[in-house]
């Protein structure tokens, strides 16, 4: 049984940093690409960053380009997500995704597993 956990959401001033971990099981890790994904109340959930198996490539919405990292520790079955300087505007329910293949990574309907969420609020 395939499991992603989230971990590391709460509530944070404008300005602050988290970070958000994600734990896999129950796949092989190393051969899924993974990806943040995140949706703000009333909104639809969006892409946020992505990660190659290696971690060699990474992409990100412009959105958060410069102030978010996404990395991943394939020992440790983990992706991570490095949100700095943070804005109301990223007030959301956070999920990491898995996907294997090439293509279409950035996409919500593409995604093979995804998580239950963990919650980021940001006060102004």
């Known amino acids: 049984q395939v499991q992603l956990v989230e971990s590391g959401g709460g509530l944070v001033q404008a300005g602050n940093s988290l970070r958000l971990s994600c734990t896999a099981s129950?796949?092989?890790?190393?051969?899924?690409?993974m990806g943040w994904f995140r949706q703000a109340p009333g909104k639809e959930r969006e892409f946020v960053a992505h990660?190659?198996?290696?971690?060699?490539?990474?992409e990100y919405a412009d959105s958060v380009k410069g102030r978010f990292t996404i990395s991943r520790e394939n020992a440790k079955n983990t992706v991570y997500l490095q949100m700095n300087s943070l804005n109301p505007d990223d007030t959301a329910v956070y999920y990491c995704?898995?996907?294997?293949?090439?293509?279409?990574?950035?996409?919500?309907?593409?995604?093979?597993?995804w998580g239950q969420g963990t919650q980021v609020t940001v006060s102004s």
């Open positions: 990660i190659s198996t290696s971690g060699k490539t990474t």
């Open positions: 995704a898995a996907k294997t293949g090439s293509s279409r990574y950035t996409e919500i309907n593409a995604q093979e597993y």
């Open positions: 129950g796949l092989s890790f190393f051969l899924y690409r």
